[in-house]
């Protein structure tokens, strides 16, 4: 391998850290969702469980309004000011929101108190992680070789699955070390709290970084924009509804995944929850594996040809997926969910180049933060709370399929209409090959 082909050791530092906290930021984010049916009844509690749970996933999805908003915040803090920092504040508030949700009184004891300050820590995480992803995926693009984008985005996309996973088995090691009452009781506070040293080591990583040598040429040169949003929408529109459109296929396919399959086990399949939340967690670290492997054969084959196989993927195999995860056994049901999870990697990695890559760098944080946040809003954090409605209005357990189908057809539509900036990985020219390392790949 060539040196313009290599991550260098400094640069692996950098990813590192980018991946890091992308971990701590999807374990602060996704441990609520784990919760939810042991959280439901305590914050709102009613006579019908499926509108208790149906509550307590709004409230999951209510994060995710916040996304856009947080954004556009990181976005022009980024551009403006430096994607290290961007990436440093992000963590640090997603950090003190989680805190403040593990020491919330519940409905019992504090009444419509309670329910309240649940929905502001959620907010606040939302506005957190609407800064997280793009910045993590901008940073890294600038920061690793021309030819190994999509090895670096593959980087970002483990972190976040990491913390899914991690939520997952903390969740699952607390449930099997507590009675049902004891969970309910105080259990359900410990995942909240577990994060805390990841946090912290996070922190230490990312202070000791640097920027990107593109942002600091940039900033050197004072070529940054004064008001990256106005100048992302009046000149590439176009872009950020790009990034919406495979942003979309992207978060149904991946929150169906890491979020609301397990909730399917348990309702819909009879399966308790603890074996269930093992059996997410076992998906959820294969799917995690995946991720390298997708980025190797992203830099072989270009992002156009992995994001293809990733959406036919999700399309073809979503209907037989879910239909054995109901009355097969759990066995049967978790082979189901590994399988069409294979989609996930296909799909994530092979967009974290693309995106990134579509925009002007001087407004290049506040493009993929807004595009992929407003997809998040759309079909990531709602994801569950859909596909749970899908079931109660019609009935069919395998209605959410549907769902994934329509998703990855706007992804796939969406796709076409990108001619010109899609990372070729291995098949660029031998000119773009003796770029600088930061140079992008147009």
């Excluded at 969406?414 to 899609?422: C, H, K, N, P, V």
Aim: a neutral charge; hydrophobic letters at 50%; charged letters at 10%.
């Amino acid at each position: 391998m060539t040196e313009v082909n290599k991550i260098q050791p400094k640069q692996r530092r950098s990813v590192a850290a980018a991946g890091i906290g992308t971990v701590v930021e999807y374990y602060d984010l996704t441990v609520y969702a784990y919760l939810a049916v042991v959280v439901s009844p305590l914050f709102f509690p009613g006579d019908d469980p499926t509108a208790s749970l149906l509550a307590s996933l709004a409230v999951f999805a209510s994060a995710y309004l916040m996304r856009p908003i947080g954004g556009l915040f990181f976005g022009r803090l980024g551009d403006r000011y430096g994607r290290k920092r961007a990436l440093l504040v992000s963590v640090i508030l997603m950090g003190f929101a989680t805190l403040l949700m593990a020491f919330l009184p519940t409905y019992a004891a504090a009444g419509v108190i309670a329910p309240t300050l649940l929905v502001i820590a959620r907010l606040a995480q939302g506005f957190s992680a609407g800064g997280e992803l793009g910045g993590a995926l901008t940073y890294v693009y600038e920061i690793v070789g021309p030819r190994r984008r999509g090895l670096g985005g593959s980087i970002v996309a483990l972190g976040s699955n990491a913390g899914f996973a991690l939520a997952a088995i903390v969740v699952a090691t607390t449930s099997a070390l507590t009675s049902d009452v004891q969970m309910s009781s105080w259990g359900w506070r410990i995942p909240f709290i577990a994060g805390l040293p990841l946090l912290i080591l996070c922190l230490w990583l990312r202070s000791r970084i640097e920027d990107t040598p593109e942002f600091e040429d940039a900033a050197a040169s004072a070529d940054l924009a004064k008001s990256p949003v106005r100048e992302l929408l009046s000149r590439q529109p176009l872009q950020v509804l790009q990034v919406f459109g495979l942003g979309i296929a992207q978060n149904a396919t991946g929150y169906m995944v890491l979020t609301y399959v397990g909730i399917h086990l348990v309702r819909e399949g009879g399966y308790s929850q603890t074996a269930v939340t093992w059996t997410a967690a076992a998906v959820i670290v294969f799917v995690a594996l995946l991720m390298p492997v997708a980025g190797l054969l992203v830099d072989r084959f270009g992002s156009r040809v992995m994001v293809t196989v990733g959406l036919l993927w999700a399309a073809v195999f979503a209907y037989p997926a879910m239909s054995l995860m109901t009355g097969h056994g759990l066995f049967i049901a978790g082979l189901a969910f590994a399988f069409f999870a294979v989609c996930t990697p296909l799909i994530q990695v092979s967009t974290a180049p693309v995106f990134p890559e579509l925009f002007d760098p001087r407004v290049r944080l506040t493009g993929v933060a807004l595009g992929f946040n407003l997809a998040t809003v759309a079909a990531g954090g709602t994801a569950a709370y859909i596909a749970t409605w899908l079931i109660d209005r019609t009935g069919d357990p395998i209605s959410p399929a549907y769902f994934l189908i329509g998703a990855s057809v706007v992804g796939g539509l969406t796709l076409a209409t990108i001619r010109g900036a899609m990372y070729k990985g291995s098949a660029v020219t031998e000119e773009t090959q003796q770029l600088p390392e930061t140079a992008p790949v147009r």
